[in-house]
T-cell receptor
Framework: DGGITQSPKYLFRKEGQNVTLSCEQNLNHDAMYWYRQDPGQGLRLIYYSQIVNDFQKGDIAEGYSVSREKKESFPLTVTSAQKNPTAFYLC?????????????FGEGSRLTVL | GQQVMQIPQYQHVQEGEDFTTYCNSSTTLSNIQWYKQRPGGHPVFLIQLVKSGEVKKQKRLTFQFGEAKKNSSLHITATQTTDVGTYFCAGWEYGNKLVFGAGTILRVKS
């Protein structure tokens, strides 16, 4: 089945540690996105990539980093510089970069900082 | 930058009552999308509206896009318990970003 796979589903981290969230898609989509979801605040865009080897900062990129070395993969690293990393992280992809395509979401990764 | 405001934040209805959520953008949108997120799940695409004044229906759900392409609404007729979840609007900024509203949480009492 085609879709987006995020891992891990749950992750616990100590303060000061970096952690990488995986996002893999087999939909052959060019565009991929990372969103952060906090209660009552909807989805906020962290980073997005419209094509391999290129990505742009979203609205809340500070403390995060990404790479896009392969079309199907868009990992997100939450660094120790992120002040409040506990959140639900959603990866998404779209077949229409920069335009009108619907987003397909993974099941999310819930990060808790202890 | 672009902001998308969504109201109400929360609504609790009796099964069979109608429900409406409203979405307003600070800028003109190229199009608007609606997503539903079930409790504990991830957002799932419902529909996209592109034309000024467009109205689309999906069974008991009616979606509207304003004439100025800056506002939209989702109306559910005769809610059912399966309608429970958070409904998000999301507007494409002319360019590359899809900006989400904060969502409306719908609870249905049977």
């Amino acid at each position: 089945d085609g879709g987006i796979t995020q891992s891990p589903k749950y992750l616990f981290r100590k303060e000061g540690q970096n952690v990488t969230l995986s996002c893999e898609q087999n939909l052959n989509h060019d565009a991929m996105y990372w969103y952060r979801q906090d209660p009552g605040q909807g989805l906020r865009l962290i980073y997005y990539s419209q094509i391999v080897n290129d990505f742009q900062k979203g609205d809340i990129a500070e403390g995060y980093s990404v790479s896009r070395e392969k079309k199907e993969s868009f990992p997100l690293t939450v660094t120790s510089a992120q002040k409040n990393p506990t959140a639900f992280y959603l990866c998404a992809s779209s077949s229409a970069p920069g335009g009108t395509g619907e987003l397909f979401f993974g099941e999310g990764s819930r990060l808790t900082v202890l | 930058g672009q902001q998308v405001m969504q109201i109400p934040q929360y609504q609790h209805v009796q099964e069979g009552e109608d429900f409406t959520t409203y979405c307003n953008s600070s800028t003109t949108l190229s199009n608007i999308q609606w997503y539903k997120q079930r409790p504990g799940g991830h957002p799932v695409f419902l529909i996209q509206l592109v034309k000024s004044g467009e109205v689309k229906k999906q069974k008991r759900l009616t979606f509207q896009f304003g004439e100025a392409k800056k506002n939209s609404s989702l109306h559910i007729t005769a809610t059912q318990t399966t309608d429970v979840g958070t409904y998000f609007c999301a507007g494409w900024e002319y360019g590359n970003k899809l900006v989400f509203g904060a969502g409306t949480i719908l609870r249905v009492k049977s």
